[in-house]
């Protein structure tokens, strides 16, 4: 293989499917939808409530550790910092009912972060005042690998690199700490401490990565339509209460566009099934090109899509309506034009309680499309775009 041939390669020999685009995604969270987020939150709150459950559970069994190979007086500072850890642990092991919002998962992620090193520093700064040996030196060295013990937990978690590398930083700065306050610091013995950090933050980063892909996958495959690329109804329900209940709170904007393709069962009857796919898959492709970066695109159920056009009062949602009567959805089997016939409403102007609603007046402004001659959009009685 030539050089020129391997370097064109090279990407596909370290990453395999990987595109550019996943391995964004595996950087940062920037570009990451709300739903994903929405469920990645879900899944570090719970694992933190797990952790935290187990670890309240350790500790307090630690206690008898401590009374056997320590004297009085370190066993009893030791017994009432080890309780306010406890205490710590089983706040975030509590099943309080919280948002699914990545503000929340990692506060308390960085809160179970935090509370075992605290407590590592504090035993450093306990145990270098005292002259130990037999098992309290033994037990001595256990507390000094805390911060490892910390960097490998959080291996369990779907972390992305930047954020994996910002958890990174506490967790150094408390070994180096600690080395200090333990009166145990030379530049013979940091190299080798920070290089097995390093090891140990290497794994805990890939497997990060690795965790963060496979949901991204799970996600995709449970969430979007095989077909078309656009989400399931269902997850797509999901989206929108989500997106509702935040406009709701925020009093912002939310508009969503009903749409139904004009004779799409005339395609299927006249050129096939596939050529029907065809024209499925290329309508969802060009509504995606057509919307902003956080807007959705669901398959509602045979030819029928929902934009969901978050933050877009009826302004917004009627300019989005007009890049798409530009040129349509792309082409029919016989070379006209892919029309649709479209509803919009929006949950400040039209007044709706709930999603559901803001669905079925939709729906019912697409049948006033479809009704009045297809390939228009109904925003209101008095307001149509053709």
Known sequence: MSTNSLVRHLPAVLFGDLSLHHLKELLSSHIHDLHLSRHRAGTIINRVRLISGCFAFLNLLWVLVDYWVFPAEVWNNL?????????????????????????????????????????YLFSQSLFGDQQLNGWAAISVMLYASLPFIVMAGLSVFPLTVVESLLLVLPVVLSLLLGLQLADNFSWEGLLPTLWLMLLVAGVYIISGMIQIHYMIVIVNKVSLDALTGAFTRRSGEEILDLYFHISNRHEKPFAVAFIDLD??????????????????????????????????????????????????????????????????????????ALTASMGVAERVNDKAEDWPDLIELADQRMYQAKQSGRARCVFAENLVVS
Not at 104 to 115: G, H, I, K, Q, R
Not at 296 to 303: D, K, L, P, T
């Open 79 to 119: 017994l009432l910092m080890r309780l306010a850890v406890v205490a710590v642990f089983i706040a975030l092991a509590w099943p309080w009912q919280l948002p699914k919002r990545l503000s929340v998962a990692f506060l308390l992620l960085l809160t179970m972060l935090l509370n075992p090193l605290l407590f």
């Open 263 to 336: 004779h799409f069962k005339q395609i299927n009857d006249m050129y096939g099934h596939d050529e029907g796919d065809k024209a499925l898959r290329q309508a969802c492709e060009n509504l995606q090109r057509l919307l902003r970066s956080g807007d959705i695109v669901i398959r509602w159920g045979g030819e029928e899509f929902i934009l969901l056009l978050n933050g877009s009062d009826i302004a917004g949602a009627q300019k989005v309506i007009e890049r798409i009567t530009q040129n349509w959805l792309g082409k029919r089997p016989d070379g006209t």
